[in-house]
């Protein structure tokens, strides 16, 4: 069915969802996934397979064609633990959007401008729908720093922010490669990371702080520096989180 939008969009549903329905209200983010499979064809079955107990509400395809998998307004299974701000298990809160990606374990590749074309307008239905503003649409790395890096470094953040679909920093990458791997002193390395807690990160329990923090010091990195991914503060991540406060 090719929507007025210019969207390819089928239904195909999955029966991996939460009753009953969500108020509408209720759902005010977006979390973006790859899938990380070997191939578009395992990915579609093991989000439709209930003893997967996966699923999302989107599933974008190499081609642009957009399955729907499960109606908005019920909770698809694709956040699982996961927090950001005062919001915890996600699922309840958010829709899923799958774009078909091998990921890091079968051969991570970019994501082809079919799909960031689709999915562009997609986010924009959806943002319009239920009032989601852009600092609201995640990644699943960023919700589940410990278990996820999906969508992953090779994701276009910065060309949907440019289109006000999610939020970046507004300095420039080359001028500021220069302070990158200049250490921080330990004041500035503790600011850095309240500073991450305050955008949404979560405080992790689940591991010692030491470990917790490079988890999410990770997926700072593969959203806002997305050229070197290493977990390690240095300068270049300190000017880009005080830039993104700002804003």
Same mark, same amino acid.
């Not at 991570?108 to 600092?135: A, G, V």
């Given at each position: 069915?090719?929507?007025?939008?210019?969207?390819?969009?089928?239904?195909?549903?999955?029966?991996?969802?939460?009753?009953?329905?969500?108020?509408?209200?209720?759902?005010?983010?977006?979390?973006?996934? @790859?899938?990380?499979?070997?191939?578009?064809?395992? #990915?579609?079955?093991?989000?439709?397979?209930?003893?997967?107990?996966?699923?999302?509400? @989107?599933?974008?395809?190499?081609?642009?064609?957009?399955?729907?998998?499960?109606?908005?307004?019920?909770? #698809?299974?694709?956040?699982?633990?996961?927090?950001?701000?005062?919001?915890?298990? %996600?699922?309840?809160? &958010?829709?899923?959007?799958?774009?078909?990606?091998?990921?890091?374990? @079968?051969?991570?590749?970019?994501? &082809? &401008?079919?799909?960031?074309? &689709? %999915?562009?307008?997609?986010?924009?239905? %959806?943002?319009?729908?239920?009032?989601?503003?852009?600092?609201?649409?995640?990644?699943?790395?960023?919700?589940?720093?410990?278990?996820?890096?999906?969508?992953?470094?090779?994701?276009?953040?910065?060309?949907?922010?440019?289109?006000? %679909?999610?939020?970046?920093?507004?300095?420039?990458?080359?001028?500021?490669?220069?302070?990158?791997?200049?250490?921080?002193?330990?004041?500035?390395?503790?600011?850095?990371?309240?500073?991450?807690?305050?955008?949404?990160?979560?405080?992790?329990?689940?591991?010692?702080?030491?470990?917790?923090?490079?988890?999410?010091?990770?997926?700072?990195?593969?959203?806002?520096?997305?050229?070197?991914?290493?977990?390690?503060?240095?300068?270049?991540?300190?000017?880009?989180?005080?830039?993104?406060?700002?804003?």
């Amino acid at each position: 069915m090719r929507l007025k939008t210019g969207l390819n969009l089928t239904k195909n549903y999955s029966f991996n969802f939460s009753l009953p329905k969500r108020e509408k209200k209720l759902i005010k983010f977006i979390v973006i996934h @790859y899938t990380g499979m070997k191939n578009e064809s395992e #990915a579609i079955k093991k989000l439709k397979d209930h003893k997967a107990k996966v699923s999302t509400h @989107y599933f974008i395809k190499d081609s642009g064609d957009i399955l729907n998998m499960v109606p908005n307004l019920y909770e #698809a299974w694709h956040a699982g633990r996961s927090e950001w701000k005062n919001f915890k298990s %996600l699922n309840r809160y &958010s829709i899923g959007i799958e774009i078909n990606n091998p990921g890091h374990d @079968y051969g991570y590749k970019s994501f &082809s &401008s079919k799909q960031i074309f &689709s %999915l562009q307008k997609l986010l924009k239905i %959806l943002m319009k729908n239920y009032h989601i503003k852009p600092e609201n649409v995640l990644g699943h790395s960023d919700i589940a720093p410990n278990r996820k890096k999906d969508p992953g470094e090779k994701f276009p953040w910065k060309v949907l922010s440019k289109k006000n %679909l999610c939020k970046w920093h507004e300095l420039n990458l080359k001028d500021i490669k220069k302070y990158r791997n200049i250490d921080l002193p330990q004041r500035e390395k503790k600011i850095f990371l309240n500073s991450l807690y305050k955008i949404g990160y979560s405080k992790n329990k689940d591991f010692s702080l030491k470990k917790s923090n490079k988890y999410i010091v990770l997926a700072f990195q593969r959203r806002f520096r997305q050229s070197l991914v290493n977990g390690i503060i240095d300068k270049e991540c300190f000017l880009i989180i005080k830039n993104l406060l700002k804003n």
